[in-house]
Nanobody, 128 residues
Framework: QAQLEESGGGSVQAGGSLRLSCAASKFPFSTYNMGWFRQAPGKEREGVASISDGGDITDYADSTEGRFTISRDDAENTLYLQMTDLKLEDTAMYYC?????????????????????WGQGTQVTVSS
């Protein structure tokens, strides 16, 4: 059964950086769109960034563009999220998710309902 396991979360001061990793296994990782989502307490899950199979198309939430970078290493079956200039409002549980094997439209790429496999999440806490 397909598995996703996130790591790299932690506590950081505002303005700091973290890199999240997501190790994928038991499915052909390189053929799937992938994404990062986050959910803060009392809020809905929101799309943070997405990347197409092959890595040539990336999308970001307005709140993260310019600060976060999504990437993938298909040889290592790993998805990454480099986060810089972290803000208090970035505090959330971050989830790695597997999307479909077909191309997503721009309006679909950050929608959770187009992703059907999720990791357990890794907590990111930003303090002042």
């Amino acid at each position: 059964q397909a598995q996703l396991e996130e790591s790299g979360g932690g506590s950081v001061q505002a303005g700091g950086s973290l890199r999240l990793s997501c190790a994928a296994s038991k499915f052909p990782f390189s053929t799937y769109n992938m994404g990062w989502f986050r959910q803060a307490p009392g809020k809905e899950r929101e799309g943070v960034a997405s990347i197409s199979d092959g890595g040539d198309i990336t999308d970001y939430a307005d709140s993260t563009e310019g600060r976060f970078t999504i990437s993938r290493d298909d040889a290592e079956n790993t998805l990454y999220l480099q986060m810089t200039d972290l803000k208090l409002e970035d505090t959330a549980m971050y989830y790695c998710a597997r999307g479909p094997q077909y191309p997503l439209t721009p309006t679909q790429r950050l929608r959770a309902d187009f992703y059907n496999k999720w990791g357990q999440g890794t907590q990111v806490t930003v303090s002042s």
